[in-house]
């Protein structure tokens, strides 16, 4: 999604919103679109470049890290990014530099075009649950015994048998 921006920056404080719907791909982030993403934007010329507020809305299919069943799950994501002009806080390669916030926006291209689709790509990857789960009554996966307790009729691997001679020793 790519927005001219050229009457935007004729003006210090001049602003301009937008709302769309897209449909991109980013299957490869893990993003599997159930609906296309809604984006609702405010653009304000800050001097040194543009500043973008908003948010973005879709719902992604994912699968339960407990039981495995696939669901489906609302993003809402909060978008608060900065472009700036290429000479203005945007450091050239080369050399050990201390980062500073200056250093974490993105480019205004020489056309005056703002190219979105990193900025939503970025934005949504970063609000995937780490661990989705589909209800909060679904039951966790249990690894073993909780710490300091034994299953009743459960012997162990096998292989730690010797180990636990040698613990038996220290301890008596």
């Not at 945007?90 to 703002?114: M, N, S, Y």
Request: some cysteine; hydrophobic content about 35%; proline content about 6%.
């Amino acid at each position: 999604m790519r927005i001219d921006v050229a009457e935007l920056l004729k003006e210090i404080g001049r602003t301009s919103s937008l709302k769309e719907e897209i449909n991109p791909s980013y299957k490869e982030e893990g993003l599997n679109l159930q609906e296309p993403v809604k984006i609702k934007i405010r653009l304000l010329n800050t001097g040194s470049g543009i500043l973008l507020t908003g948010t973005l809305d879709t719902k992604i299919a994912t699968e339960c890290v407990r039981c495995l069943k696939k669901f489906t799950i609302p993003l809402h994501v909060e978008l608060d990014e900065e472009f700036m002009r290429k000479n203005k806080g945007i450091r050239p390669h080369g050399g050990e530099i201390q980062l500073t916030e200056k250093d974490f926006v993105f480019a205004l291209e020489d056309e005056h075009i703002l190219d979105l689709e990193e900025v939503i790509r970025e934005n949504l990857v970063m609000a995937l649950p780490l661990k989705p789960v589909c209800s909060k009554a679904c039951p966790p996966v249990l690894a073993g015994p909780p710490a300091g307790k034994a299953c009743k009729g459960v012997k162990g691997d096998p292989r730690w048998q010797k180990l636990k001679g040698i613990v038996k020793k220290k301890g008596e």
